[in-house]
């Protein structure tokens, strides 16, 4: 089948042929607003033909945290095995964000995107940009955390489930001081982890002592930095918001002259290839990454072909994985 002219796409979508061309061409001089009413129209008007291969993008917030690499990667594989193409963009603080990357992407004809971590996480965040993603008909697939009401898939983790199960295993080792090291509180996952380690704190002990309780960033750093607080406070035993703040969590114990997990026990979260090769090997919260990279390309491969399968919600159990980094309480 021919490819309409820019002429017949301009009749077509109610614009000049001078503005289609430079959309198609992703030149400037055209405002967002009006490149999507375009691409829209050509979508509506079946004027963009299926591409032999489709192509996705995906979106991480960082790199330095290696569970997001993994995850992607692992998404990439299983959408490859729909024959779908992958981008990995990496969204910092510094560079390039998570909009920046959808809108270069959406001038491109991008035909889905899997968002992981982004604006999505932050239920305070501005949700408008995915909103208006639906309305041009660009199918999304969202990774750790939802927008209320979006009728788009999404796949998370239990991360209420995750904490309470690194607080139980700890109790179980005689530790009663058990300090969470969270991630940014505006998170949704460092709020659902907060709310199991309430949960199961005050199940285990009737009570919560919020000094044990600290929020910082999922770094190497913003672990230490947390850790030398919740040793301040008393704490015998450390969640981590992540492997890489467990890593920093390990060398602020050590750095107070105490042992790991002699005298105090550490757990990460993730399970990343940190965890296996951090000394000593990490206790962590397991995310099953394969079977999330599975619901994911499922999930975009059924809207990439058009499918009217269910907006489903698919929420994955953790499962705690234990090493060398977590011992008996010292008085034990």
Do not use: C
Request: charged share 20%; no cysteine.
């Amino acid at each position: 089948m021919p490819r309409p002219s820019v002429r017949t796409i301009a009749t077509r979508v109610g614009v000049s042929a001078a503005t289609v061309s430079r959309v198609l061409n992703g030149r400037p001089g055209v405002s967002e607003e009006l490149r999507a009413k375009v691409l829209r129209g050509m979508r509506e008007h079946g004027l963009i033909a299926p591409a032999a291969e489709p192509f996705v993008g995906i979106i991480v917030p960082e790199l330095d945290n290696p569970v997001f690499p993994l995850l992607a990667g692992a998404i990439e594989a299983k959408l490859g095995g729909h024959g779908v193409t992958a981008l990995i963009g990496s969204s910092t603080a510094k560079g390039p964000t998570e909009l920046d990357y959808i809108s270069a992407l959406v001038r491109r004809g991008i035909q889905g995107l899997v968002l992981i971590s982004g604006r999505h996480a932050n239920p305070a965040a501005d949700h408008s940009f995915y909103w208006q993603l639906h309305q041009q008909r660009i199918p999304m697939v969202l990774v750790g955390g939802q927008v209320p009401d979006l009728p788009v898939s999404t796949v998370t983790t239990d991360e209420a489930a995750g904490a309470a199960m690194a607080v139980a295993h700890l109790r179980e080792l005689g530790h009663e001081r058990i300090g969470l090291a969270g991630g940014q509180g505006y998170l949704r996952p460092s709020q659902n982890r907060l709310t199991g380690w309430r949960r199961e704190m005050r199940r285990s002990f009737g009570s919560v002592d919020d000094t044990l309780h600290v929020e910082s960033d999922y770094s190497l750093t913003g672990g230490h930095a947390a850790a030398r607080r919740l040793l301040a406070a008393g704490a015998t035993a450390l969640i981590a918001g992540s492997d890489l703040m467990a890593l920093g969590a390990v060398a602020a114990v050590r750095e107070a002259g105490l042992a790991v997990p002699g005298e105090v026990s550490v757990v990460g979260y993730d399970d990343s290839y940190l965890a296996v090769h951090g000394d000593p090997a990490l206790t962590t919260v397991q995310q099953p990454v394969e079977a999330m990279a599975a619901a994911v390309a499922t999930a975009m491969w059924q809207s990439l072909q058009g499918y009217h399968a269910p907006h489903v919600d698919h929420v994955f159990a953790p499962r705690l994985v234990v090493r060398s980094s977590t011992g008996k309480a010292r008085d034990l």
